[in-house]
């Protein structure tokens, strides 16, 4: 994206702005007086020329000086400007050197660290946010070291601004470069894992995106893993959605086809915490390839979870007709194919997210059978991956086929993401089976996580 | 006659060194002057330089609101 260089509310280095006004102004100044000068003491030439021997002798007193004047003035404004430009040339080039190499630190210990700012809401990745001074609330878009400052920037209002991530700059508040939308120090400094929650409309997404950060909550407050909220917003959000499911109320449909990020941060014990990324797209964004155009955060997954509604698969409709007449309403199958949902998901890769025309995606794919608290499901999943691909086979051998020609890194797993049906009651939901491909997925995406896969297997 | 002739020279070169001590004595007031005026002009000069960057050459100043 190209943006137009806005200047900066801050004040640049002396040596790449003021200095060149001052020694401008310097020399017109310097050169005006010689000329004042030089025009006094031929006023006094005139005034004594006329005049006795001794007038004459001052006369050709004045008349050289004022000579004098004009042609040293000239000499001296020339020798003292060049000396001043290269003053003022050396230090800009000190500057510039400083900057530079401090610039390029920054932004090589970020690469290494894994650090760039991602939006939650618009799912821009940018190599730097956008930071707001604390006194005055001037944005600063380019606050890194510069022509404005090596280590810091002073904003039009005094205050001092640190300039790189090695003085904190990440605690200024901040925005994102793209929709303006306030970002946390978690949001720009932190490594991260992005995964979206994949599948058609009623797959039960939402409900498995609130089960699986319960459960991941509940997984973590053990010592060695510390997982804790990014912003009060997804805290208040799990907070209601807890409660509801403790209510037996499954959780609220999304409507947004274009979804915010969930984020958590997830800390093992001595290493850097990374901050989660989690995506619950409306199931409607799947009912067009176009639909997930501007799901950028496709551009930079760590993995994928594809939730398979196994109702809306049509050997599994024919085995349980009968039985789902009655429960329909609270089964709410999913009346998007599998095999279509998947295609648009291949699709919008390859035409818009860089994979190639046929090629594997490379980060791992969790497929996760949703719903099997219905019926007999779970008897026939039982626990091992294998069984849930052997079962999906049966039913569905075109869906397994394609998803390993075009998934280089693909596990399967069955959860059931409230755990029972949703019969009206005011039993709690207590999901089964949901966080086991977030781990496993976490392990494959960072070898931080990489016991927490060991455990989860 | 040639004794006549003779002081008449003398009298003549006398005169001659006279005026050439005068003219150079004149010349070399001139230029002590010149000089002077010189040296004058260019301490101007510089002094007018270093007033200008005094006047000119500051650092920034942030005025506070």
């Known amino acids: 994206m190209t943006r137009t260089a806005e200047p900066e509310p801050a004040i640049k280095s002396y040596f790449f702005d003021k ?112 930071y707001f001074c604390p006194q005055c609330g001037a944005r600063h878009c380019r606050l890194i070291p510069s022509s404005y400052g090596i280590l810091h920037h002073t904003c039009q209002c005094g205050e ?8 904190k700059r990440g605690q200024l508040p901040s925005c994102c470069p793209d929709c303006k939308r306030q970002l946390e120090t978690g949001h720009i400094e932190s490594r991260k894992v992005f995964i979206p929650i994949f599948g058609g409309p009623s797959v039960g997404k939402s409900a498995f995106l609130f089960s699986v950060v319960s459960q991941l909550m509940e997984h973590t407050s053990r010592p060695g893993l510390d997982c804790s909220f990014l912003e009060s917003r997804t805290e208040g959000e799990l907070a209601r959605a807890r409660q509801q499911l403790s209510q037996g109320l499954a959780p609220e449909k999304t409507i947004s086809t274009l979804p915010r990020a969930f984020n ?12 989660l990324y989690l995506y619950d797209p409306a199931g409607e964004a799947f009912n067009e390839t176009e639909g997930l155009l501007l799901h950028q955060y496709q551009a930079y997954l760590s993995g994928l979870i594809l939730l398979i509604d196994p ?35 291949l699709i919008g890769l390859e035409e818009h997210f860089g994979l190639g025309k046929g090629a594997r995606i490379k980060v791992p794919v969790a497929v996760v059978i949703n719903k099997i608290d219905a019926f007999d499901l779970e008897q026939k999943f039982g626990d091992a991956a294998g069984l849930v691909r052997e079962q999906l086979q049966i039913w569905d051998a075109g869906v397994v086929q394609q998803l390993e020609t075009r998934c280089a890194r693909l596990r399967f797993f069955a959860c059931s993401a409230l755990g029972r049906m949703p019969d009206g009651s005011a039993q709690p939901f207590a999901a089964r089976g949901v966080l086991e491909p977030l781990l496993w997925l976490l392990g494959e995406a960072d070898s931080v996580f990489a016991s927490e896969r060991e455990k989860a297997a | 006659m040639s004794d006549d002739s003779d002081n008449a020279a003398g009298e003549l070169f006398g005169a001659l060194f006279m005026l050439m001590l005068v003219v150079a004595a004149v010349m070399l007031a001139i230029m002590a002057l010149m000089s002077l005026g010189t040296l004058f002009g260019a301490g101007t000069a510089l002094r007018n330089y270093g007033l200008s960057f005094a006047n000119n050459v500051k650092p920034q100043r942030v005025v506070r609101p």
């Open chain 1, 160 to 167: 001092k601004l640190p300039a790189t991530f090695f003085l």
């Open chain 1, 19 to 130: 200095g060149y006004r001052d020694l401008g102004a310097t020399i017109a100044e310097s050169w005006k007086r010689n000329l004042a000068s030089a025009a006094e003491h031929f006023d006094k030439v005139a005034r004594g020329m006329p005049g006795e021997l001794g007038d004459k002798a001052l006369a050709i007193l004045w008349g050289a000086a004022g000579i004098s004047v004009v042609v040293f003035g000239t000499a001296v404004f020339l020798v003292a400007s060049a000396l001043h430009i290269v003053v003022l040339f050396l230090f800009f080039l000190l500057i510039y050197l400083g900057f530079s190499l401090v610039y390029l630190t920054e932004r090589a210990y970020l690469t290494w660290k894994g650090f760039f700012p991602v939006c939650p809401d618009c799912h821009s990745k940018n190599p730097l946010a956008e």
């Open chain 1, 264 to 275: 958590l941060k997830v800390q093992a014990a001595g290493r850097d915490p990374r901050v």
């Open chain 1, 311 to 345: 109702f809306a698969i049509a050997d599994v409709q024919t085995e349980y007709e009968e039985r789902m007449a009655d429960v329909r309403e609270a089964l709410k199958p999913s009346r998007l194919p599998v095999e279509v949902a998947l295609s648009r998901i």
